[in-house]
């Protein structure tokens, strides 16, 4: 097991560190895009050149960086691109250049995607209704034990 540091993430943290909207969990709650591809998303946003104005990083290289396997890598990409977080081109010698792009609020992109707004809004009602059961019957086991 590692062992923690006794800082907050935070502190201190003067490179190496990517500011990334907190609008992009929305896409994941939406059905939009997995957890792993915000985890490629900001690979994407610390391979970015000022520079030239894209990232460049090879399959290969995101494969290393990421742990995982081709597949992960272009299913990854294929949602980024189509939720609209994600421009990809091919360059020179068939390599690939990604330029990542901001989310949207979470009102604009509710309005873009109605659809998925409803059934966010029925898998939450299925959710918080076997929480409140699930609280319910908690209660009624202490109830129990104390008689």
Known sequence: MITPKQSLSTQGVTKRFEKVSTNIFYYVQLGLIKPFDIAVYVKYLELFNEEYGYAFPTIY?????MNCSRQSIVSANKRLVAAGLLIIRKHKNNNNIYFPLQPHTNEDLAKQVPHLLIKLEKRREKIYSLATKDKF???????NQSH
């Open 137 to 143: 019957r908690l209660e009624d086991l202490f109830e």
């Open 61 to 65: 290289q995101l494969e290393d960086y």
